[in-house]
């Protein structure tokens, strides 16, 4: 069968909404249709035509060693021999829990379950239970998954010119929501609603609407308010998880919150997400406690053994180190290249996490601090840099990610590729 994106696109409008089975996928917030990809390896997606692209989605973030690394992919062929679900105990999700719970002393227990969503809700369920409150604070642009209660002026395909809410979703008068980095609000709200308060959930690194890396202060400030009116402190880690160090954000902050959430790296490429933290929560979880949670698939030995390989190769060979490096010096070379053709473009990084955002002269915290122009121009920037075969993510809200695959020699390739984008198509 031998078909191209567009009619391929138009045969997916009929049988699913939007053509898509996630929105960001349809290319709608970059005013254009999607490219459909019919093969990976490493840094690279191969379009249905043929035609080769350097991925920096890597499928939003789980693939932090690039598209079937040669030693995940051992071991996954291994468990396509071995077993394809149990829904038994088996020892596979007992090792990840370990080397995770080994690593970062306070997980004390863990539960796998299929995606960062699933981790998300049961998270708020384990607090409203714990605390027997009912009422949740989230932060405006951060996005937790498309659980109800948090699908409120949310990230990811949410982003626009303002954080959106989704339709079809009741009972959020439980959800608060406040700006990012502003402390005067964050201490206003728990002067009103303190003893309410069940749990605040944030991303410590907002990477959903832009990469919004947030003071240290403010996450102090934070930790400090619900430690002191009795709520807990969620950190959703899905993106920044083993990624930004082992330990994630709480160990960059070291800031130890009560329950955490996980998802993309845990799982090296299959659906898994994970919560975890103190035993006294978790304990609370069926079969040890009254909090119901369950999963079919849930500790799919795939995921299990995927996400372990991965950790341990990150571990083994020190990749997080490097890969900041890696994203560092790209992301200087690119800020030069845009200053050099006089484009009003500017790209942040933190770990092997960037963003490719208008200019500004501060760093930018919080949605409303997001330049005006700033769609339009990543918009523009998109498309030039896609003619030449550097995939981003199709969304001026989404990040982009670096992986292991990413060569020395294939940015040096990238960035002569957009030296060429900026020259040609500048504007
Ligand atoms: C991706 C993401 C989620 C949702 O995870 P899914 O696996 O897509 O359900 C939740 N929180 C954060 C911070 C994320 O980045």
């Not at 119901?292 to 991965?310: C, E, K, V």
Request: net charge neutral; charged share 25%.
């Amino acid at each position: 069968m031998k078909s191209n994106s567009e009619e391929l696109f138009q045969r997916s409008l009929k049988v699913t909404p939007g053509g898509v089975h996630s929105p960001v996928r349809a290319f709608k917030s970059v005013e254009s249709t999607p490219i459909f990809f019919k093969q990976a390896q490493g840094a690279f997606l191969t379009s249905v035509e043929g035609k080769e692209y350097v991925d920096f989605c890597q499928s939003f973030g789980p693939l932090i060693l690039g598209h079937r690394d040669p030693d995940v992919s051992r071991i996954v062929k291994e468990t396509a021999d071995m077993a394809w679900s149990f829904g038994t105990c088996e020892p596979y999700s007992l090792e990840l829990a370990e080397w995770i719970t080994n690593k970062i002393k306070w997980v004390e227990k863990v539960r796998f379950v299929c995606s960062g969503t699933e981790a998300v809700m049961t998270a708020l369920r384990i607090a409203r239970a714990a605390t027997n409150r009912s009422k949740i604070l989230k932060f405006e642009g951060c996005y937790h998954g498309h659980f109800d209660s948090l699908l409120v002026k949310a990230g990811s395909g949410l982003a626009g010119d303002s954080a959106s809410d989704s339709a079809g979703v009741t009972n959020v008068s439980d959800t608060l929501t406040i700006p990012l980095d502003d402390e005067e609000k964050l201490e206003n709200v728990f002067k009103t609603h303190g003893d309410q308060i069940a749990a605040v959930i944030i991303e410590p690194l907002p990477a959903n609407y832009g990469l919004l890396v947030q003071r240290k202060e403010f996450i102090q400030k934070l930790e400090k308010l619900t430690r002191s009116h009795g709520a807990l402190l969620i950190f959703d880690e899905v993106i920044s998880g083993f990624r930004v160090a082992l330990g994630g954000m709480a160990e960059i902050l070291k800031i130890e919150p009560d329950l955490v959430t996980y998802g993309k790296v845990i799982g090296g490429g299959f659906p898994v997400g994970a919560y975890g933290g103190k035993a006294k929560l978790l304990d609370l979880i069926a079969p040890q406690g009254p909090v119901y949670q369950a999963g079919t698939l849930s500790a799919n030995p795939f995921g299990m053994r995927a996400g372990l390989a991965t950790l341990m190769k990150m571990e083994n060979e020190n990749i997080i180190p490097t890969l900041q490096k890696k994203t560092e010096s790209f992301s200087k070379s690119i800020n030069e290249l845009f200053e050099k053709y006089s484009h009003d473009l500017q790209i942040s990084s933190f770990a092997s996490l960037f963003w490719i955002h208008s200019r500004t002269n501060k760093p930018v915290r919080s949605i409303d601090q997001i330049p005006k122009d700033h769609k339009k121009k990543f918009n523009q920037f998109f498309h030039n840099v896609l003619v030449q075969g550097i995939y981003l993510a199709p969304s001026a809200y989404e990040v982009g990610f670096m992986s292991w695959a990413h060569s020395d020699e294939v940015l040096y390739r990238t960035l002569e590729k957009i030296e060429t984008a900026l020259r040609g198509g500048g504007r």
